[in-house]
């Protein structure tokens, strides 16, 4: 696995939309050999939980707790995987992170099964 960059964290307040980009430096979506992606996040009292995931055909998948609210896309052209985040909440609050996945399922099930989530970048939403 390659381990990826998030980046696009920052403060907001609830209700506020914010979007998140994932990638590195020399990598391409494209090419990867790489089934899935997803995002990650760890909540500010700790806890990690599989948000969503994307298929190399663009199949989707989310956690409940944002479906309907995030959007996962991956744009080839631009070697970006993107997370858009609307109607946000403090619980959103948290570090998230970016990885391959061997497919989408494990990201929401199990994502420790992901071995490396790489650099991650800060959300905060204040009330």
């Known amino acids: 696995q390659v381990p990826l960059v998030a980046s696009g964290g920052a403060s907001v307040q609830t209700g506020g939309s914010l979007t998140l980009s994932c990638g590195k430096v020399g990598y391409t979506y494209a090419t990867s050999r790489s089934h899935a992606w997803g995002w990650l996040r760890q909540g500010t009292r700790g806890e990690r939980e599989g948000i969503a995931a994307i298929d190399r055909d663009g199949a989707t998948l989310y956690a409940d707790s944002v479906k309907g609210r995030f959007t996962i896309s991956k744009d080839n052209t631009k070697n970006t995987l993107h997370l858009l985040m609307d109607k946000l909440k403090p619980e959103d609050s948290g570090m998230y992170y970016c990885?391959?996945?061997?497919?989408?399922?494990?990201?929401?099930?199990?994502?420790?099964?992901?071995?490396?989530w790489g650099q991650g970048t800060e959300v905060t939403v204040s009330s």
């Open positions: 990885a391959e996945a061997p497919d989408t399922v494990p990201v929401i099930t199990d994502p420790d099964a992901v071995v490396d």
